[in-house]
């Protein structure tokens, strides 16, 4: 029932600029924690960014902080990715996913889309 869908993937150049959007539904997220998470080739899952759907906390690793912000629109049910100055090191599928406040794990998660940055 519970379904995240993501969007805005694609081939940009070094120091370009990706939205990537993450549609939920299902459920009411007032309660959760929505993320995005990236997995590169041979490499693990990695932690990218999060926000409090209610209150707006966002929370970013040192790789991304300062070129990626995490945003939500409450009405329209999604969340978004904003890339700025995107390196090739950024190349990975991105995924949106989502868990409750209290929980340390992560609940659902969407198919991923493919961001690729050429150098």
């Known amino acids: 029932q519970v379904q995240l869908v993501e969007s805005g993937g694609g081939l940009v150049q070094t120091g370009g600029s990706l939205r990537l959007s993450c549609a939920a539904s299902?459920?009411?997220?007032?309660?959760?924690?929505m993320g995005w998470f990236r997995q590169a080739p041979g490499k693990e899952r990695e932690f990218v960014a999060a926000?409090?759907?209610?209150?707006?906390?966002?929370y970013y690793p040192y790789s991304v902080k300062g070129r990626f912000t995490i945003s939500r629109d409450n009405a329209k049910n999604t969340v978004y990715l904003q890339m700025n100055s995107l390196k090739p090191e950024d190349t990975a599928v991105y995924y949106c996913?989502?868990?409750?406040?209290?929980?340390?794990?992560?609940?659902?998660w969407g198919q991923g889309t493919q961001v690729t940055v050429s150098s």
């Open positions: 996913a989502a868990r409750e406040t209290a929980r340390g794990e992560w609940e659902y």
């Open positions: 299902g459920r009411t997220f007032n309660s959760y924690v």
């Open positions: 926000i409090t759907w209610r209150g707006g906390s966002t």
